[in-house]
């Protein structure tokens, strides 16, 4: 067990609050957040910190001295932070979903391994818990030669103000994919459209399948209409800043998500799905329970995506303690 402290970064978030409380049951006294509000840090018994400045970054974790690990729990410009985390041989979780930000850290894989430490990359619910579904799906098939991931988010859901960017941002993307109609445990049949959620794009790298796509919808299908009617005009940073308002204040809908993998390989068919509530809270938990196995020390030094770790392999049954239902469906997804 690495001893020395766990800074919790965006700790007070949506994400980040659960993070934060589970690994202080876990190491009493040992956790840290950080946040721009100084004032909210300082009286939860944290720190400032700000990602969008990796020297006040270097300096805080220098100040600290001890710091085993970060955990990323907001998304920062650049691998910067990354960079300043690995360089002092300190282990990094991020939950970070954007595929350019991720494939920075991962251009750093040397610099981790040199200096022991290791970042872990996808993890929460999408990516996270859908790259662990397709790598089961993919194992069943024997290597799929296509994948198709669908996540479908409460609208009811408090997302943070974060999570809720990041969707709108990416809304206007990844609309040449089509939509898919999938069954979705708890749900009954839904249409997905293209999102260019990380794991589609590390999959293929990881995995080695041609083919994957990600989509998304929400458990309210007039919402998921409204939204993805408003892919072409989200272009606009207008359209983007009253959508983002909009989603803010909404909540209509349920708290519950789902994500299903269903693989292929010629006539063979897998499929597996999850469903659980609140996935921010599922997200934190993702991100405690590979942190607590990083500070445990049975992860190798460098970058890996979650998929790449047989340590995590069984993430999802861990998480049944808290309402999360894994099934291996038959037949593959209509459409
Ligand atoms: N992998 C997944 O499945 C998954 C799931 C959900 C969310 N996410 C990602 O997780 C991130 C957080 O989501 P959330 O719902 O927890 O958002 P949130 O509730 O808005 O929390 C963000 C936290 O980060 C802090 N923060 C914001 N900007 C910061 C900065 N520049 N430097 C330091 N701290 C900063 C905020 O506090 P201050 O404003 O006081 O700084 C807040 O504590 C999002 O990027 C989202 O895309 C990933």
Redo the contacts with the bound molecule.
């Keep these: 067990m690495k001893l020395g402290r766990v800074l919790v970064?965006?700790?007070?978030?949506?994400?980040?609050?659960t993070v934060a409380g589970s690994l202080g049951d876990w190491f009493p006294g040992r956790v840290v957040?950080?946040?721009?509000?100084e004032a909210?840090?300082l009286r939860l018994g944290g720190v400032r910190?700000?990602?969008?400045?990796p020297d006040g970054f270097r300096r805080t974790l220098d100040g600290l001295g001890d710091v085993a690990a970060v955990v990323?729990?907001?998304?920062?410009p650049d691998a910067g932070i990354a960079h300043a985390c690995l360089e002092r041989g300190v282990h990094l979780v991020d939950?970070?979903?954007?595929r350019r930000l991720l494939d920075g850290v991962g251009e750093l894989d040397g610099l981790a391994a040199a200096s022991g430490a290791s970042a872990v990359l996808?993890?929460?619910?999408?990516?996270?818990?859908?790259n662990l579904l397709a790598r089961r799906a993919d194992e069943a098939v024997g290597g799929a030669e296509r994948i198709d991931l669908t996540v479908l988010l409460g609208a009811g859901e408090r997302?943070?103000?974060?999570?809720?960017?990041?969707?709108v941002e990416h809304l206007a993307e990844s609309a040449a994919v089509r939509p898919l109609r999938v069954e979705l445990p708890g749900y009954g049949p839904r249409t997905a459209y293209a999102f260019p959620?990380s794991d589609q794009y590390t999959l293929p790298r990881t995995l080695g399948t041609a083919q994957v796509a990600t989509r998304l919808c929400l458990d309210s299908r007039a919402l998921t209409s409204t939204l993805f009617a408003l892919r072409r005009a989200a272009r606009r940073p207008a359209v983007r800043q009253a959508l983002t308002a909009v989603l803010r204040r909404v909540h209509a809908g349920g708290d519950g998500f789902a994500v299903r993998a269903d693989a292929r390989r010629g006539d063979r068919r897998a499929a597996y799905a999850l469903t659980g509530r609140a996935?921010?809270r599922?997200?934190?938990l993702?991100?405690a329970y590979v942190t607590r196995e990083l500070l445990a020390g049975s992860l190798p030094a460098g970058v890996r995506h979650i998929e790449q770790l047989p340590a995590l392999a069984r993430l999802p049954e861990e998480l049944a303690e808290h309402g999360v239902g894994l099934q291996r469906l038959d037949g593959p997804p209509e459409g």
């Design positions: 970064v965006g700790g007070y978030g949506a994400v980040g609050a957040v950080a946040g721009r509000d909210k840090a910190a700000d990602v969008t400045d990323m729990c907001v998304e920062p939950i970070g979903a954007t996808s993890v929460g619910v999408a990516p996270g818990l859908t997302h943070g103000a974060d999570a809720v960017r990041w969707t959620f996935q921010s599922v997200t934190g993702v991100a």
